[in-house]
């Protein structure tokens, strides 16, 4: 039987963590040298600065796990968060060091928005 430890049960553990708002059992599932990238900001934090950051955000949010892909050693935790009138999608990419912790993420965000006026019409006549 096969207990290696996969990307997909970490990140499944991480969304549960952030979506829990628990901060100590954030920083436990990643790697005391891991970074944590924000694609779309550029930003790059460490272990405990990125758990900092989730617990130090402003205003009332709410985190929802929608899919997870598992390949044992990399995976992909597809999410979206509410806050206030807002709500965005974030896909996060994970990596697993040799101890099992999640050591390499990068999180991709985007504002959900409405589709295209002009593509709203075509799609609508079709």
């Known amino acids: 039987m096969d207990t290696a430890p996969s990307a997909g049960a970490a990140l499944e553990a991480y969304a549960a963590a ?3 708002h628990d901060w100590p059992g954030l920083r436990a ?3 005391d040298d891991a970074t944590v990238t ?5 930003e790059r934090f460490g272990a ?3 758990v900092a950051f989730n617990r130090d955000y402003p205003g009332p949010w709410t985190f929802h796990r929608d899919e997870v892909v598992d390949a044992g050693d990399r995976g992909v935790l597809r999410a979206h968060v509410e806050a206030e009138a807002a709500t965005f999608h974030v896909a996060t990419f994970g990596s697993l060091d040799a101890t ?9 965000w985007s504002e959900a928005v409405a589709a295209h006026p002009q593509r709203s019409q075509e799609r609508g006549s079709a």
């Open 18 to 20: 952030i979506a829990g």
């Open 29 to 31: 599932l990643l790697a």
């Open 38 to 42: 924000l694609l779309h900001t550029g």
């Open 48 to 50: 405990e600065q990125f």
């Open 100 to 108: 099992g912790r999640l050591s390499d993420v990068v999180e991709v």
